[in-house]
Antibody
């Protein structure tokens, strides 16, 4: 079965760091472009980052310089390293798989992991 | 403030048709492909339409997508109560070099 399972969320103080993981099954993360999309409570979707290849990544301005997307092909897992966290980073974080034959479309999503930044 | 503009809400009766608009600019919808997602309460988004007007396997043909100039439209026919959800458009913005989502539209089936 093709699926994504996120983990690593939780309560963290402002200025702290957190690493989210997204374990994939049923396909290999190295063969797809992958993304992290977040949703603040009661708000819409925001694409935080996309990894097209190890040398081609994209970040929203709101997280540029603070977040880093990466993947470990041996573990078939996508990561999001989040540093210097702010209250406005509080959200459910989803990982999603890109459709190779399409343009920036994401067909498989994880269930999401909640990140709460608060003192 | 989203780069793509969607109406906050739309409503229609069961078995009727509804359209949801997504307005952008020449740097996003005007030159790139559009996707649409459905998000039921408390769940992850689901891809409905990709590349403007293509449906993934398993998505019924009640859902359709179109694009004209700097706007895109999602159409849903034969509305069902189970279609009540938030709907989002999404595309690439060539000026910002980021994937962007619309603000979302809440569909109510009366």
């Amino acid at each position: 079965e093709v699926q994504l399972v996120e983990s690593g969320g939780g309560l963290i103080q402002p200025g702290g760091s957190l690493r989210l993981s997204c374990a994939a099954s049923g396909f290999t993360v190295s063969s797809k472009y992958m993304s992290w999309v977040r949703q603040a409570p009661g708000k819409g979707l925001e694409c935080v980052s996309v990894i097209y290849s190890d040398v081609n990544t994209q970040y929203a301005d709101s997280v540029k310089g603070r977040f880093t997307i990466s993947r470990d092909n041996s573990k078939n897992t996508l990561y999001l390293q989040m540093n210097s966290l702010r209250a406005e980073d509080t959200a459910v974080y989803f990982c999603a798989r890109g459709v190779v034959s399409a343009h920036n479309a994401f067909d498989i999503w994880g269930q999401g992991t909640m990140v709460t930044v608060s003192s | 403030q989203s780069v793509l503009t969607q109406p906050p809400s739309v409503s229609a009766a069961p078995r009727q048709k509804v359209t949801i608009s997504c307005s952008g600019s020449s740097s996003n919808i005007g030159k790139n492909y559009v996707s649409w997602y459905q998000q039921l309460p408390g769940t992850a988004p689901k891809l409905l339409i990709y590349d403007n007007d293509n449906r993934p396997s398993g998505i019924p043909d009640r859902f359709s997508g179109s694009k004209s100039g700097t706007s895109a439209t999602l159409g849903i026919t034969g509305l069902q109560t189970g279609d009540e959800a938030d709907y989002y458009c999404e595309t690439w913005d060539s000026s910002l070099s980021v994937v962007v989502f619309g603000g979302g539209t809440k569909l109510t089936v009366l």
